[in-house]
C-alpha cells in the first residue's frame, strides 16, 4: 500500500466505525513491548497500562505485546494476545483479534527497533487491516530518516488520528519532515511515578552508600549512553569531592549482550582503571524493578545523563529523576534541553567531560542551590505524574472519536434489491476480443490483457440476463469464442492468459481457470438463447470430458461438478456426466472425511477462494443424483463456512484474501472480494433447493447486502445505476479499481438473488435444515 492509499484511511474511519455499545472509549488495544521483556519500551507500555486501569477502571484495556523471538515471557492477565516481531502474519491475526474484540481504539507504542521488517514496516500491515482510530506513541522521531525509515513514518502519519510524542521539537519535527497537521499531534510529557519528597540519606543506607555524594546514571548499558564522558570527568570530581561515587545502575542491553556479552562494560571498567577512579564507580549490572529503581533514584544527590544522540526525543529516567526532585546534569539532547529548561538543571556539550565535572563539583558544593532546584523539579514533576498523563491521553482519544463522521449504516437505509443492473460497466471492460481483466479505477487496463476465468463468467451472465436481443447477440459469441480459442487439444487443458495484442501468454492455464471455463460450456448447454448456441456449448463441452474426468484439486472438482449438473438438466441421459459427478463427488467427500475435525467442518486445512462453490457442488450433485449422502455433508460444510464468514455484529464477511493458505486458523477480514458474496448467494440457493428451509434465501440476502453497503466498513461497493462493482474492501475503504472479476460477481450476484427472493419452500426438501 502506498501513502496516498494510507491517506484514504481517515475517510475510511468515517465508513467503518460502527455505532458503539457505548460512547467515548469503552476498551483499547494496547500494541508495544510489555514486562517482564527487559527494556524502556516495555517497561513504558507496563507503566501505561497500570495508569489507565487505575485512572479509569471502567476502560478495558487489551495489552499485545510484541515477541522479540528470543525468548519465551510469562506476561501476565493484561496481555491477551502477542505479536510476533518478524512474522508478517502475526500482526494480521492480531488485527483480526482486536476487530472483533469490540476495541474503540488502538494504541501504539512506536520505536523502529520493536517491530519487524524495513524499517518496522510490519506494524502496517495491522494498521492497515484495523477500521479503528489509531494513535501511536512515537518514542522516536528521526530529524535525518533514511528512506525505509521516511515512508514507516509517514506511512504512520497518513494513518494515525493522534499522533503522541513527549517533546514540543517532535512535534515541530513531525509537522515539518512527515506533514502531520497540528491537530492530530498532541504533546504529553512522560509518566512519573509520584513519590513523596524525601532526604537522601534513609536511601542511601539501604544502598551501604552512608556519608557518600552519590552521582547516578540509569538505564541499559549501551554505546550511545555517553558513560565513557563521565568516567573521563571522574578524576576531577573526585579531587574536589572525594567522598562521591558514581552509580551506573543498568544490565547491558540485550541485542548487545547477545552480540558480544559483557565486552563493552568490561572496556567501560577498563577506562576506569585507567584513570585510577575504579574505587569511584560502582557497576550495577542489574534490571532492577520499578520501585527499587526510584529507590536508586531518591538516594541519588544528582543525576546524570551524558547521551550522545542530540536528537533523541525521550528518557523515561531523565522524566523519572525530575519527578523525584532531582537536579540534573545532561548534554542538551531534545527532551532535556526541553525540560531542564528555566532552572531545571544544567547543559553541557556531548562528550564535554570537563563540562560534566564542573556542574556536578558546583552543585554538590552548594547544597542551597541543590535544594532549590530539587523543589522546582519536584513541583514540575506533580504535573507528569501518569495519572496526569492518563487523563490527557484519554482526552486525545475521545476527540478522536467524537470527530469521526456518522457511521453510513445510520444515515441511509439499505436500497432494495435491484430489479436491473445497467449492462454499462460489462460492455465498457469488452471489446471484439473479450472481456479485459482490470481496469485502473474505471478506466480498462490493457496491460493485463485478458483471461479465459472471466470470459467464461462473462459468458454465463449472458445467459442469466434479461437484455435486448441485440446486446445477447453482440457479446454473446464474442465471450464464447474466446473460450473456444482458449481450448489447447494437445495439451487437453484451456490457456488463461491472453495480452492485449492476442497472443497467449502460456500453453496451459490452472486447472482452476480451465475447470471454470468448462463450466460455462454446461451453463451455456442448457440455458443459451438460441438452438445454435446450445448445440455449440454440447459439442465442445464432449470435446472436453476427459480434461473434465481427469481434475483433482478441490475447486476444479467442484466447477465440473457445476457444468456436470447443467448439462443433466438439458440431458438427463448424458452418462459420462453421471460418471463425471459421482467421481468428484466421491472425491470431495473424501476431502472433508480426511480433514474434518470439530472445529473445521471443510475440505482442505486451509481456506482460499470460491469457497462457497465446493458445498454447492455436492448439494448440486446430491440433487441431481438422489444422494443424500452428498446433501448432507454439502449443508454441513455450507454451515460451517457460513459460520466463518459472519462477522460478529450479524453482517456478511467473506473470507478475506490474506487468509489465504493459512492452515486451521480462522479467517483474517480483509481484502473482501465480490466473488466471495456471488458463490455464497448460489451455495444458499442450491441449500434453499435442498431442504426447503428459508432460512438459505436469508443469508442469500445478507451475502447480497454486502454489496450495499451492509459490510465492515458501511460502504457499498456494487452500483446498479451503472453496473460498477469496486474490486475488494479493504481495512481503509473500498478498492477504487473495477475490473471484470469483481464486475461479472456483481452482476452475476443480482441475477442470483432476483430468482431467489420470493421463492417459497424448495423444490426438493431432500434433507431439514439442522
Same mark, same amino acid.
Given at each position: ?183 492530530? !499531534? @498532541?504533546?504529553? *510529557? ?6 513523596? +519528597?524525601? /532526604?537522601?540519606? #534513609?536511601?542511601?543506607?539501604? =544502598? &551501604? ?118 537536579? !540534573? @546534569?545532561?548534554? *542538551? ?6 525540560? +531542564?529548561? /528555566?532552572?531545571? #538543571?544544567?547543559?553541557?556539550? =556531548? &562528550? ?336 434453499l433447493d435442498a431442504t426447503g428451509d428459508l432460512v438459505w434465501r436469508d443469508e442469500a440476502v445478507r451475502a447480497y447486502r454486502w454489496f450495499q453497503g451492509e459490510n465492515d466498513l458501511h460502504m457499498p461497493l456494487g452500483d446498479p445505476a451503472d453496473g460498477e462493482c469496486f474490486d475488494g474492501l479493504m481495512p481503509n475503504g473500498v478498492n477504487q479499481n473495477r475490473g471484470a472479476e469483481s464486475v461479472l460477481a456483481f452482476h452475476l450476484a443480482t441475477a442470483a438473488i432476483k430468482s431467489l427472493v420470493g421463492r417459497g419452500t424448495g423444490q426438493q426438501g431432500v434433507i431439514a435444515r439442522r
Amino acid at each position: 500500500m502506498n501513502i496516498a492509499q494510507h491517506a484514504t484511511l481517515s475517510a475510511a474511519f468515517a465508513q467503518a466505525t460502527a455505532a458503539r455499545s457505548r460512547p467515548g472509549v469503552g476498551r483499547i488495544a494496547l500494541i508495544g513491548n510489555f514486562l517482564p521483556r527487559l527494556c524502556g519500551i516495555a517497561t513504558f507500555t507496563s507503566d501505561i497500562y497500570n495508569a489507565f486501569v487505575d485512572r479509569f477502571p471502567e476502560v478495558a484495556v487489551d495489552v499485545y505485546a510484541m515477541n522479540d523471538g528470543v525468548q519465551d515471557y510469562d506476561y501476565p492477565a493484561a496481555v491477551v494476545g502477542t505479536i510476533e516481531e518478524q512474522d508478517g502474519f502475526s500482526y494480521l491475526d492480531a488485527a483480526r483479534r482486536i476487530e472483533e474484540s469490540g476495541a474503540d481504539l488502538v494504541w501504539i507504542q512506536h520505536e523502529y527497533g520493536i517491530f519487524g521488517g524495513d524499517a518496522g514496516e510490519h506494524i502496517l500491515k495491522l494498521t492497515d487491516r484495523v477500521t479503528l482510530p489509531v494513535a501511536v506513541t512515537l518514542h522516536t522521531v528521526l530529524e535525518k530518516p533514511n528512506a525505509s525509515q521516511r515512508r514507516v513514518m509517514e506511512a504512520l502519519v497518513a494513518r494515525a488520528a493522534k499522533l503522541i510524542v513527549m517533546a514540543d521539537q517532535g512535534k515541530v519535527q513531525l509537522m515539518e519532515i512527515y506533514g502531520a497537521r497540528a491537530d492530530q !499531534v @498532541v504533546v504529553i *510529557p512522560h509518566g512519573v511515578h509520584d513519590r513523596p +519528597l524525601v /532526604d537522601t540519606d #534513609g536511601y542511601k543506607a539501604r =544502598f &551501604g552508600l552512608e556519608g557518600r555524594e552519590v552521582v547516578l546514571t540509569f538505564g541499559l548499558l549501551s554505546p550511545g549512553k555517553g558513560i565513557e564522558t563521565m568516567i573521563a570527568a571522574m578524576p576531577a570530581i573526585v579531587a574536589t569531592r572525594p567522598d562521591v561515587q558514581y552509580i551506573v545502575l543498568g544490565a547491558t542491553h540485550p541485542n548487545l549482550l547477545a552480540r558480544e556479552g559483557e565486552a563493552y562494560r568490561e572496556k567501560l571498567m577498563a577506562q576506569a582503571r585507567d584513570l585510577g577512579v575504579s574505587e569511584h564507580i560502582s557497576w550495577v549490572n542489574d534490571f532492577v524493578e520499578t520501585d527499587e529503581l526510584l529507590d536508586w533514584l531518591t538516594a541519588a544527590d544528582v543525576y546524570v545523563t551524558p547521551y550522545l544522540n542530540p536528537a533523541q526525543m525521550t528518557s523515561g529516567t531523565l522524566s523519572y529523576a525530575v519527578g523525584l526532585g532531582k537536579p !540534573v @546534569v545532561s548534554t *542538551p539532547y531534545v527532551h532535556a534541553a526541553e525540560i +531542564l529548561a /528555566d532552572g531545571h #538543571g544544567r547543559l553541557v556539550g =556531548f &562528550g564535554d567531560s570537563a563540562g560534566f565535572a564542573r556542574e556536578i563539583i558546583d552543585l554538590l558544593e552548594h547544597p542551597t542551590v541543590r535544594e532549590n532546584v530539587r523543589l522546582r523539579n519536584y513541583a514540575l514533576g506533580r504535573t507528569m505524574i501518569w495519572p496526569r498523563l492518563a487523563e490527557a491521553a484519554m482526552t486525545s482519544f475521545e476527540d478522536a472519536i467524537a470527530t469521526l463522521p456518522t457511521p453510513l449504516k445510520a444515515n441511509r437505509a439499505l436500497p432494495s434489491i435491484p430489479e436491473t443492473v445497467a449492462f454499462d460497466a460489462v460492455e465498457r471492460l469488452s471489446d471484439s476480443t473479450g472481456i479485459l481483466q482490470h481496469s485502473i479505477f474505471a478506466v480498462p487496463d490493457r496491460r493485463h490483457g485478458y483471461c479465459v476465468d472471466d470470459n467464461a463468467r462473462a459468458l454465463i451472465l449472458m445467459h442469466q440476463l434479461d437484455v435486448p436481443a441485440s446486446c445477447y447477440d453482440r457479446w454473446t459469441p464474442i465471450y464464447a469464442s474466446f473460450v473456444q480459442y482458449a481450448w489447447n487439444q494437445d495439451r487437453n487443458c484451456f490457456r488463461n492468459f491472453m495480452s492485449f495484442d492476442r497472443r497467449w501468454l502460456e500453453e496451459e492455464g490452472s486447472e482452476d481457470s480451465s475447470a471454470r471455463a468448462f463450466w460455462s460450456l454446461g451453463i451455456t448447454a442448457r440455458d443459451a438463447r438460441h438452438l445454435a448456441d446450445r448445440r455449440w456449448a454440447l459439442a465442445f463441452y464432449d470435446q472436453c470430458i476427459d480434461f473434465a474426468l481427469s481434475v483433482g484439486s478441490p475447486r476444479a472438482h467442484a466447477f465440473v461438478m457445476l457444468a456436470a449438473v447443467a448439462r443433466l438438466d438439458a440431458d438427463p441421459s448424458h452418462d459420462p456426466s453421471r460418471r463425471m459427478l459421482e467421481r468428484s463427488g466421491n472425491a470431495l467427500m473424501a476431502l472433508v472425511d480426511a480433514v474434518c475435525r470439530p472445529d473445521w467442518a471443510w475440505f482442505e486445512i486451509v481456506l482460499a477462494y470460491d469457497n462457497c462453490r465446493l458445498p454447492e457442488a455436492l448439494l448440486r450433485a446430491g440433487l441431481q443424483l438422489g444422494r443424500q449422502d452428498y446433501v448432507e455433508r454439502g449443508i454441513e460444510t455450507l454451515e460451517w463456512i457460513v459460520a466463518q464468514q459472519t462477522a460478529k455484529a450479524g453482517h456478511f464477511r467473506p473470507v478475506g484474501s490474506e487468509s489465504f493458505g493459512r492452515e486451521l486458523a480462522p479467517p483474517l477480514p480483509f481484502d473482501q472480494q465480490p466473488l466471495e458474496a456471488w458463490a455464497t448467494i448460489e451455495a444458499c440457493a442450491a441449500a434453499l433447493d435442498a431442504t426447503g428451509d428459508l432460512v438459505w434465501r436469508d443469508e442469500a440476502v445478507r451475502a447480497y447486502r454486502w454489496f450495499q453497503g451492509e459490510n465492515d466498513l458501511h460502504m457499498p461497493l456494487g452500483d446498479p445505476a451503472d453496473g460498477e462493482c469496486f474490486d475488494g474492501l479493504m481495512p481503509n475503504g473500498v478498492n477504487q479499481n473495477r475490473g471484470a472479476e469483481s464486475v461479472l460477481a456483481f452482476h452475476l450476484a443480482t441475477a442470483a438473488i432476483k430468482s431467489l427472493v420470493g421463492r417459497g419452500t424448495g423444490q426438493q426438501g431432500v434433507i431439514a435444515r439442522r
